[in-house]
Structures are given as structure tokens and as C-alpha cells.
């Protein structure tokens, strides 16, 4: 059985870029910058500058096997907007069922947040493809640790909120499968270099290429 181009992608760098506040008339370079940087999943949070123009500029511009999307999906409208657009991914800030259902009925890959087991389970019953642990400053690296041993070990876990390059490596060793990155990857106003720079970085990082 051949893998879904989800999980190619997770296995090629289980980092999703998070472009909050990106603009269409930079996106393709951001885009091509963390392409070539190794990343192969990017969301532009719906609350962006015009995110659909965005979302559809990256798809059409990136290789096939980047997989590209919407983060801060809020209902099941915004699923169907984002496939228009050409999106396949649709990250959620949480766990909500009928939106996660919607995007796998539409042929779409579904990350959504969860802070507890019970939202993991419930999103996980609902047809995620992985579960996006929410905000990781409040989901230590202790709290994942005991989800972990009550969570199917197949689940993966990318907590998103505050990750640096410097503190992946202890929830790593707590059992996450890999992270969502915002603010340390891209702010607004960062030009194409430097967020590409900043991606290189995270991606050493997770390759276990960083000097302690």
C-alpha cells in the first residue's frame, strides 16, 4: 500500500510552516523558500490577509508534493472554501468533530488542536490524521508524556505554540511526532531570505544537527 501524501510529507519533515498574517504578493517566494529549505506542509491561518488568494497561489506555484492549506479553520464553510482554493490540509485550533468530519468527507487532510485526551480521542475518532497539541505552553512536556502512554502510539502528537529550535528536543523525547511552527519561522514584515534562514534552522534542529 503506498503511503497518502500526508504521510510522504510527514516523512520527508514533520514541520508545518504556519504563515499568520502572510500577504498573496509574498507568498510564493516564502513558499519557495521553505521548499527548498525541506518543509512540505504550509498553512496560511484563515485570519491572514486575504488567506484563500494565498492558499491558492502556494498550491499552484510548489511542487505536487507540498502539501499546502488552511490553519485557524473554524467551521465547516471555511473547509469547502479551502478546497476551492486548492488546499489539501486544514489545520483547527480545536476539536471540533463535524469540522473534522467535513474535511475528510472532502477528501482533505485534518490536524485540529487538542489540550486534553479527551479531545484527542474525539478528534481521533473523527478521522484526524494527526493531532496538534495546543498551546504547547500550557501542554508541557510532562502533559504529553502521559498522553502519550493513554494515546494510541500511531497518533501523532505536534504541539504548536512558542516552539524554537532549541526546545524541540525535550518534547521529542517526550513522544511528539513533530511540531507546528508560527512565530520563530515567520512574522509579518520577514522577508523570503530570512524566513528561509529561520527555516534551515529549524530543520537542523530537528535533523539533531544543533550544538548543545
Sequence with gaps: ????????????????????????????????????????????????????????????????????GAG???????????????????????????????????GMYCVPGAATPTEAFAALHAGADAVKLFPAELVTPTLVRAMRAVLPPALRLLPVGGITPEGMAVYRAAGVAGFGLGGALYQPGLDAKAVGERARAFVRAWRGQVQA
Design 1 to 68: 500500500m503506498n503511503p497518502s501524501p500526508f504521510d510522504s510529507a510527514f516523512e520527508a519533515l514533520p514541520l508545518v510552516a504556519i504563515l499568520r498574517g502572510v500577504r498573496p504578493e509574498e507568498v510564493e517566494a516564502i513558499g519557495k523558500e521553505l521548499y527548498e529549505a525541506g518543509f512540505r506542509m504550509i498553512e496560511v491561518p484563515l485570519n491572514s490577509p486575504q488567506p484563500l488568494e494565498s492558499i491558492a497561489l502556494l498550491s499552484r506555484s510548489l511542487p505536487s508534493d507540498a502539501l499546502v
Design 72 to 106: 485557524t479553520v473554524l467551521g465547516v464553510d471555511s473547509v469547502h472554501d479551502v478546497k476551492k482554493a486548492g488546499g489539501q490540509l486544514i489545520v483547527m485550533p480545536h476539536a471540533d468533530t463535524e469540522v473534522i468530519r467535513a474535511a475528510k468527507a472532502a
